[in-house]
């Protein structure tokens, strides 16, 4: 009879790891339940290959070593267990991390991260505060390592001391199940994470992956490839991205512009866009005083996609960062660029770390002659103890140094007090309390911070001459009526340009996205000359107006009264965008041109490094 009993053992370790990747899974659901309110059993069943397939790679160096030395001696029997324990250590901790940091992104983490939490100096200030604030995910991961430990030391002793027969069986059957791991199953392709669409609706995908597995595949991987879902022709004509302008000037010529993009604005908490009570005002009065827009998007979810999207017509089309990806290194479009070449003073000011998510390095790639942050602020006692100088002292700051500037002046500004962990000092916690979200508070705080900032502003010399633009980078800790993860609602933003006096107050109800913002300006201050942008002015009919981005290997876009998401080569799911939120979509095939071709343009323009205009 064989003797199998190495396999027995493998097959058992592995074992208890897989239990413990499913029930994280099972956490992952619970803490985020309203994001998957009723997640089918095939989710987790599918969920089990993803799992194998991250598995397999994580803990290869230990089955190498455990098919080379069936009966280790005390030396190498201490090497296997290092390697089965530190696998365990990487794969349970990116799941546990994602536990909570998916309700910032929804969307699985990818190799960024990695790039994202190492730049700068923020990391050893902010771990003690999350593992405070999030207690229950440092439970989880220590509890999970403790099954892992105990699951192998129970494991080790049923091994036995009689030597396998025949000595290769056993290896060739691990061997065997770990290459079909590897490659997630026997098809032809290796499975990827598009391979969660066929066990649940986009909106699931990412609790069918683990993060373990959205790391590894991500890891050194070329994002971009070279699309042709059409005649470039139709591409130009469907989404253009070389424009000019200059025939109108709706603002005096060579104003001032000043870009403030607020940390967290979702509109789901401003009264004039949602109803309610609300949280922002001030906000909610000056859009009153503008040209705002009640269907604007941000076009990703993280800080580190809102900036360049914002202020470089970049939006958020890949898995990596722009910010983090090697094509940050080409030349590329931006509004200190345009500016700055026909004679602005440019500036970039954000109260955080000098370092933070690398919006330094950002600012001097995109033309800005001057970075403000945390380390040019004159008086620490104003810094936060985690991100920064909080929003109050820093914006009355940027009031006073916009009055250094040499006008005409390009300035931007981003707050940081609505950013997690959404704390304020005693005095202004119990002054804007109220609401059942921690975040809320910090809204409120952070809105009467913009409310001085006007005040201020409104008494300089500069500020008759000065366009101002006025959005957040993101939504976050949204409360949800029904409407689905990862949709429209988890990007929608309050934008409004004002400039009192020169932009009559008007409501506009078009589909507008932070990618339009650059254009847009250029439109209004009159800027005669061609330039390239993914957006495009949201007061002319250049395109179908819409809004795009990516998550979970699929690309969003939200149109006129209907919202797709899609692989790029079919449509996944639909909805539309009134309430109740499920409403169906009509036209969800028509959508997907425009989406094919904005991913055309994107992808094919950055691999040929095209991202600025050049004259034929």
Known sequence: MPNLRPLRTWLLRIGVVAVVFSLQRVLFAVVNHEAFPSPPALVFLGGIRFD????????????????????????????????????????????????AYFGFTLKRSTSDLLGIATGGDDLASLLPVFMVDYWYIVLIFLGSMLVAVAGYRWTGRHSGQERARPWWLWRVIIAALTLVACRGGLQYIPLGVLGASQYAAPAYMPL?????????????????????????????????????YGDTTLVPHRPNVVVIVLESFGAAYSAKLNGGEGCMPFLDSLMGQGLWYSRAYANGRRSIDGIPAVLASLPKMMPEAFIESPYAQQPFTSLPGLLGAEGYATSFFHGGHNGTMGFDAFARSAGFDRYVGR????????????????????????????????????????TLSSHHPYRLPPGEAAQFAG??????????????????????????????????????????????QGEVSGSAYDHWIPLCYYMPGRLQPEQDDRITQQIDILPTVLDLIGYPKPFFSFGSSSLREERLPAAVSESNATWLLVGDSCQVRSDGEQVLWSAGLLRPWTTTCTDSLALLPALQAAIQQYNNNILRHTLVFRRP
């Open 52 to 99: 194998l397939f991250a598995m397999a790679w994580l803990f290869m160096p230990w089955t190498l070593l455990y098919l080379a030395v069936e009966r280790p001696g005390p030396i190498v029997a201490k090497v296997q267990k290092g390697l089965f324990h530190l696998a365990c250590t990487i794969g349970f901790l990116f799941n546990s991390i994602d536990i």
């Open 208 to 244: 069918v992956l683990n993060t373990p597995f959205t790391m590894m595949t991500s890891i050194g991987k070329v994002q971009l490839e070279e699309k042709a879902f059409m005649e470039q022709a139709e591409a130009d004509r469907l989404w253009p991205v070389v424009h000019r």
């Open 375 to 414: 380390d040019q602020y004159p008086d620490p006692k104003d810094d936060d103890g985690v991100w920064g100088i909080r929003d109050r002292p820093f914006l009355q700051f940027f009031a006073q140094e916009l009055g250094k500037e040499q006008q005409p002046f390009l300035s931007c500004l981003f």
């Open 435 to 480: 609401g059942n979200l921690p975040i809320l508070p910090t809204l409120r705080y952070a809105d009467d911070a913009l409310r001085r900032f006007f005040a201020t502003a409104r008494t300089m010399p500069w500020f008759p001459n000065t366009l101002f633009v006025i959005t957040a980078d993101h939504t976050a800790d949204l409360l949800r």
